[in-house]
């Protein structure tokens, strides 16, 4: 099974989510949702200032086999987003946890972080 890093917080979708501090999180997509895709050569991302909805689509990630819908996993405001993904969007599989993040949200409700699945709870839906 893909590796499941202990300290993010984790969505039925995929996505992980990281603590920045400050009411701001890093999103991306889990290990196992880039080896599901396979190989990613195009990630649309939302603009900063952008303001996203929990549960909708925020952007889309292509790869050699499909495009993918990139959810937001909660309210907020789009506070930056990789530019590096632009250039090399193969980050996204061979760094999913770390060079390969998306982007970063100002939550509206920094709580609902807590709701989130764990490393043990999202291992269990992918059993």
């Known amino acids: 099974m893909s590796e499941i ?4 917080r984790y969505t039925a979708e995929h996505e992980w989510v990281k603590d ?6 890093r999103i991306g ?3 196992y949702a880039a080896e599901a895709l396979g190989d990613v050569v195009y990630v649309s991302l ?6 996203v909805s929990g549960g ?3 952007g889309e990630v292509e790869s050699t086999k499909s495009v993918s819908d990139l959810y937001s996993p909660a309210d907020g405001e789009v506070v930056a987003v990789n530019e ?3 250039a090399t969007p193969e980050l996204v599989n061979s760094d999913p946890y770390g060079a390969g993040w998306m982007y970063d949200l ?3 409700d920094p709580s609902v972080v ?3 699945l764990d490393a043990g709870g999202y291992g269990a839906i992918l059993d």
Do not use: F, K, Y
Request: aromatic residues 0%.
């Open 5 to 8: 890093p202990s300290d993010l």
């Open 20 to 25: 920045q501090g400050d009411g701001v999180v």
């Open 29 to 31: 997509i889990t290990a």
């Open 46 to 51: 939302p603009n900063p200032g952008d303001s």
């Open 56 to 58: 909708e689509s925020c």
């Open 84 to 86: 590096a993904l632009d």
């Open 106 to 108: 100002r939550l509206a």
């Open 114 to 116: 807590d709701g989130m």
